[in-house]
């Protein structure tokens, strides 16, 4: 087993993650207009799943599952992997990047009252007050001054996202009650593989055999999804997660979906608007109050959950 990085050395790490997933909301945008998406969220599966067996062989983590193991394999598999990940991909058929990183990003407001109704963690002030704070960026997200209500395809789009981020969050509740018995890294590819399985047979009974026109372009969106937005992005957080505090690695992953705005504004020319930058501003906010709540409890929760949850669409 590899030793914990230096300080410096895991910062960068973590940072080349928050940036490559930023970017993969973009990229993912890119995808999907050219692939159906439950082809498209296959394709970038089965692509992660082959790089991710490489640093399992070197490191020598690759293992058989073992019984104990298979619970969370399908719970993270089916609910983040296949349904967060397609769902997001639908949705960012209709919704810019901007408004769809930001509603996936709610993930966590719905973790807090999940786990004070089905794990009976308490409900402290600050959690209380960071999810009063998120929800109300949310309305000013979907205000109709923000968004036209008018409009389907962005109603439809918002919806599938939000649904996205419950999936999400479901995963989570799991991950936090379930008892590990093998590292979370060395299920990465069994959960990959299962979901990579499961997309594709999703993929051809609804959309049948893939009719994809290859370009270099949209063959370097592929790679760069499969190899940076999943395979190397499980690596570097589970070295990463052996090096840093939670805390740090909790409040940092944050940064994420301000990478993601960004870059869907340079890239694609999406226009950031003052209600998202509120709501943006708000969701986050709200998450971090929760998040740096002074309780141990909270920081034995969060040492379990950042490896696992992977914010990528």
């Not at 309305?139 to 008018?150: F, G, H, K, Q, R």
């Not at 992005?233 to 979906?257: E, K």
């Amino acid at each position: 087993m590899d030793h914990p990085l230096s300080r410096r050395a895991a910062l960068l790490l973590f940072a080349a993650v928050v940036l490559s997933w930023g970017l993969n909301w973009a990229i993912t945008k890119i995808i999907v207009h050219s692939v159906f998406p439950l082809w498209a969220t296959a394709i970038r599966s089965a692509i992660g799943t082959v790089v991710l067996l490489i640093p399992l062989l070197i490191r020598g983590d690759f293992i058989i599952p073992r019984r104990g193991d298979l619970p969370v394999i399908c719970t993270i598999a089916l609910l983040h992997m296949v349904a967060f990940s397609a769902l997001v991909a639908f949705g960012l058929r209709l919704v810019p990047v901007g408004r769809s990183i930001v509603l996936g990003y709610t993930t966590p407001l719905w973790v807090v009252p999940g786990a004070w109704l089905f794990l009976r963690e308490p409900m402290t002030r600050w959690r209380l007050a960071g999810v009063g704070l998120g929800m109300a960026g949310l309305i000013v997200l979907l205000n109709p001054l923000a968004i036209d209500w008018s409009d389907r395809n962005a109603l439809t789009g918002s919806g599938l996202i939000l649904l996205a981020a419950l999936c999400w969050a479901a995963n989570i509740l799991y991950v936090r009650a379930h008892k590990w018995v093998s590292t979370p890294f060395q299920l990465s590819f069994w959960q990959t593989l299962l979901a990579t399985i499961v997309l594709l047979a999703l993929a051809l009974i609804v959309d049948g055999r893939p009719q994809i026109e290859w370009t270099p372009q949209l063959s370097a969106c592929f790679l760069y999804s499969g190899i940076f937005g999943i395979a190397l992005a499980y690596w570097a957080m589970a070295m990463v997660n052996r090096s840093l505090p939670a805390t740090t690695t909790s409040l940092g992953i944050l940064a994420t979906p301000v990478v993601g705005v960004i870059s869907s504004a340079v890239a694609l020319g999406e226009t950031i608007e003052p209600s998202l930058i509120t709501a943006m501003v708000m969701i986050l906010s709200g998450i971090a109050l929760g998040t740096i709540a002074p309780t141990k409890a909270a920081e034995s929760e969060l040492q379990q959950t950042p490896a696992t949850i992977g914010a990528r669409p």
